[in-house]
Every structure is written in C-alpha cells, then in structure tokens.
C-alpha cells in the first residue's frame, strides 16, 4: 500500500512538476547554506577529498539511478496495465452485447437494456469517483444483476446452447477485467519503495553538500542534480495510481461502446 497522495491529484501537473522541482531545489540550497558547513566541519580538507566523494557519489548514483528506474518502468506498467483492462473490458461488455441480442425474447431486450444501463453508469457515476480513489459499490449490483438475468435463461436448442455457452464465457471474461479494472483504482506502488526513494535522494543530496567547491558552483550543480529529482518524483506520483489526477485512463472506450449501443 502506497502514501496517501489524493492532494497531489488536485493539482494540475505542470504546476505539480513546478512545486516539486522548486521544492528539491529550495531544499538542496538550503542546506547547502545551513547544513553543510557542519558536514564540512567533520571532513578534513585534503586535496583528493572531491576525488574521493566522487567516486562515492558516482558508485551510488549508479545504485539509486537503477532504483529509480525500475521505480519508474513499475509504474508505466501498472498504468499500462489497467488501461489494457479497460480496453479488455469494454471488448468483452461489447461481445456480450452482440451475443444477448441473438437471444429470444424478453431476454435480450432485458439484457441489452441492463448492459446499456451498467455502461451509462461506469461513464458518468463510477469513472468520477475511479478519479478520487474511491471504487463504486452501486456498479457491482449491476453486474450482479446481469449475471443473475443471464442464468435465468434456458436454451431450448442447440444453437441457443452454443450461443447461450458463448454469452457466459463473455460474461466471465467481463467479470474478471471489471476486477482487474476496480483493483487498479486503489493499487499503487508500496511504502518500501517509497521509503527507498526518499532516503536514496537525501543521501545524494548529503553527498553533494560535502564537495569542497565555491559555493555559486555547489548552488547551480547541486541545484541541476535536485531539479532532475524533483522531475523523477513527479513522474513517479502521476503514474503511481493509473486513475488519479489529470493524466490518467479517460472512459473513451466505454464511451464509443455506448454510442454504438444507442445506434443499435
């Protein structure tokens, strides 16, 4: 389970890069003001001593670089990941669709109508709340309720056998992405990772305080290194939870199924 982020998701994303990078970058000249002259006072000047923090940068840049990128490419897949489930859902809504409207009536009338209505409200009640973290509990219902309209009907023939065995199997491949989909909304990247993260960026921030450099010099290159952090950790939070915020998965795919409906 990730940090509660929902306050960063009200901020609109330029801004939100904006407020980050300043926010690394005010912390990273801060410090170089107020705390590293104490980290100097524990470091004695010898004249390999930038040699040697150096190294040590670099050999952990290398480490907490890798981090970050696993970090990030964990994120993109996760947002990859639920958008493909949207997509697989809204397949599987419209070939079961297609499949009840072969059936006799009033079962595909009933049928249509609750598929119809189960879109309608995923697009304009559960895709809003999907955008403030919170899942729907109304839209299960209606799902339910279609499962249980679906085996209320007896085939009579043996195409009605074949399309009725067609119609579930739909059915359950819809059940199961519309899972999928709902366990996306609240999924997210671990505390651990987080945890990481933030540890990994003060040390490279500390390590970058004890180089013994003129102190305009320590300002733009320290403050070049704490700018890519900050872009690093936005890019991280908007992706962390596929339905948050502005960049996110838009229901345009549940909104093109349901236009076709109505042409029906």
Known sequence: MSPDYSWVYEIPPWRLALLLVASFVGFYWLGAVFVRPFLRMFVRRSPGLNDLIGYVL???????????????????????EADQNVTREAAALSAL????????EPFDQDLRW???????????????????????EEVTVRAEAIFDRLLDFQP???????????????????????????????????????????VGALLNIVLCWMFDTRF?????????????LGTMMFLIIDMNQPFRGEVSIPPDVFEALYRRMDDV
């Open 58 to 80: 670099s050999c952990f840049c290398v480490f907490y670089g890798l981090l970050l990128g696993l970090i990030a490419v964990t994120a993109y897949q996760n947002f990859s």
């Open 97 to 104: 669709y297609e499949d009840v409207s072969r059936y006799p």
């Open 114 to 136: 609750m598929l119809r209505d189960y879109t309608r409200y995923v697009i304009k009640y559960a895709w809003p709340l999907q955008r403030q973290g919170i899942v729907a």
């Open 156 to 198: 009579k023939t043996p195409a009605e056998e074949i399309l009725h065995a067609e119609a579930l199997r739909q059915l359950n491949h819809f059940l199961e992405c519309r899972r999928m989909r709902l366990y996306s909304v609240t999924t997210g990247l671990p505390k651990s990772m987080w945890y990481v993260m933030y």
């Open 216 to 228: 305009m010099t320590q300002l733009v290159l320290g403050g070049i290194l704490a700018a890519f």
